[in-house]
């Protein structure tokens, strides 16, 4: 089998690479090749065979979609897209890359023709959700985006669906909750305080946290949201139907109970490394993201999640800290 | 004030410029100039100054959208579009002219910039929407179109949605019911017949029904439909919120109530007229259409429609046939 992860050089694309590496299959068939695009070239995985074509492209640009398909994958991952910061403050960009670049891919898939019709496994974000919302959102709650970015992985949920409704490919969207906790550096987005008031104290350091305790959010580990992707590479058209785009499972909880979690987990002195350094702005952002969602469908096609946030926690100390946390 | 109509020789397009010209204002607003557009050349209204500019224009053409909008129209009515059955048997056409016509008309906007901040009013459908349904669809359920126009269509109201929000323009979406009774000619659409079972009886001649008369559908007249666009132009952007695209009112029916009304209105031998020919395709792309919305918001916000079938067909008596029935 011949996979194609776009966006590779990311941290969901380098996690998902280093699964397919171990795993050496995806369901039950051996992988033969892995191609791994980015606008910055992707790491080459160690320990795979060299079968491994790695390069640095942006999909929007002339010829880069046909090309990164010419050779068929037969599965692609399509992670590729500028983030929400980003998005929002270059409308250009945010529009080329988010939408044009996934528009190009498509496209590029319809022009194959003869006979190609790939899995295209998307990644959504809950995003394309945006404020007033019902206390769980449901399966069937509209989306009003209230961001460019929210309104970019939208329309290419709809492309996505009308492409595989046509037998063009075979799509199957997925809106990633909160992916926490980010490892490495933090990043300016507004959502980056979830990941640093865990990350930082675990190593040692101070975080800040912009909102306050009672703030409610939806999240998933990276581990998951890697376990989202293989799970969603291997449903069926039969099992998707033509509701192809799926919010992710997740867990709900409010900053003070992540907090809490912190504190069970790794002490107090730990957990009092968290200053509360309140920023209007980022309160006001966040009030408007989405805080539980009723998944019903995706958990039904059996999407699997961490059960807590402690185990949300756990997952990071095993995956990145090698099991220790800095006293 | 200057308006824009693009889709303006379509069948909405030439009702809504009749009654602009006869209204002559907008609102409270004269209306000094207009400009209309398609891609046949509309004709030029009578009774009205020669302050009318039309022309014949594509507006996924190069430099054409830039050009529509250079005598900067405070409002544009924009129901330029292919309709649903050629957009789904020429893929590319229908994205050209539904997806990136209208991209291109919004990027024109944000070009013009300096102030520039024109109301934007998109003529979207309830094609967006896609089975299976609760009985009635509330306004916040979620689109998922099962054609590619109610796929354009959806992404449209999307852009739209991010553009008003960033403040490049005022933007409302009004999702049209069926159009019934559409004069002249029978069509190609699958839901011609729709208009077909009551045109031609009143005319004199045969209509052939390829439905079940137990099919429930969602409908509203042509003069409904530019109330709705007039109605939609006077909405303020604090009445819209975030949330600019709304499902309008319809009077939903069987087409055995339709039958019905046409019996009563022009009795036994009119409704007689039409002979059943079930038509299995016809039949199953119907089944994918919405039946009945709890169209809240639209009516909270003023939008009005006939209360029964039976003031639809007299729409029709009294607008297209001068009051008078064939017997």
Chains 1, 2 share one sequence.
């Not at 992988?31 to 492209?57: C, M, W, Y």
């Not at 799509?171 to 909750?177: A, F």
Request: aromatic share 6%; glycine share 10%.
């Amino acid at each position: 089998m011949h996979i194609l992860i776009t966006g590779a050089a990311g941290m969901i694309g380098r996690k998902l690479t280093a699964r397919l590496v171990i795993d050496r299959a995806l369901g039950d068939q051996p992988i033969e090749k892995l191609t791994l695009i980015d606008i910055v070239a992707p790491a080459r995985p160690a320990g795979f065979s060299d079968h491994v074509k790695t390069r640095a492209a942006d999909l929007a640009a002339p010829g880069v979609a046909a090309k990164a398909i010419s050779e068929r994958p037969e599965v692609i991952f399509h992670l590729a897209g500028v983030v929400s910061a980003e998005a929002e403050t270059d409308f250009d960009k945010g529009y080329r890359v988010n939408l044009d670049g996934t528009r190009a891919l498509l496209e590029a898939i319809r022009a194959a023709g003869y006979g190609y019709q790939p899995k295209v496994v998307f990644t959504s974000s809950i995003a394309v959700f945006g404020a007033p919302f019902p206390d769980a959102i449901p399966d069937d709650f509209h989306l009003t985006p209230l961001t460019s970015y929210g309104t970019q992985k939208a329309i290419c949920e709809l492309l996505l669906a009308d492409y595989t409704r046509r037998g063009i490919l075979e799509g199957v969207g997925i809106r990633l909750p909160s992916i926490v906790v980010r490892p490495g550096k933090p990043n300016k987005a507004a959502s980056g305080f979830f990941s640093g008031i865990i990350r930082e104290p675990l190593a040692g350091e101070a975080a800040l946290l912009p909102v306050a305790d009672s703030v409610r959010h939806w999240h998933a580990s990276p581990r998951s949201a890697v376990g989202f992707l293989l799970h969603a590479a291997g449903l069926t058209r039969a099992q998707l139907g033509d509701r192809i785009n799926l919010t992710m499972p997740g867990v709900c909880c409010t900053v003070g109970e992540q907090i809490a979690a912190l504190r069970r987990i790794a002490g107090d002195k730990v957990a009092g490394r968290i200053k509360r350094a309140p920023d209007e702005l980022v309160e006001r952002i966040v009030a408007g993201w989405p805080r539980r969602f009723d998944a019903r469908r995706g958990l039904a096609l059996g999407f699997q999640v961490e059960a807590t946030f402690d185990d949300i926690i756990r997952v990071h100390i095993d995956d990145e800290l090698g099991g220790r946390i800095a006293s």
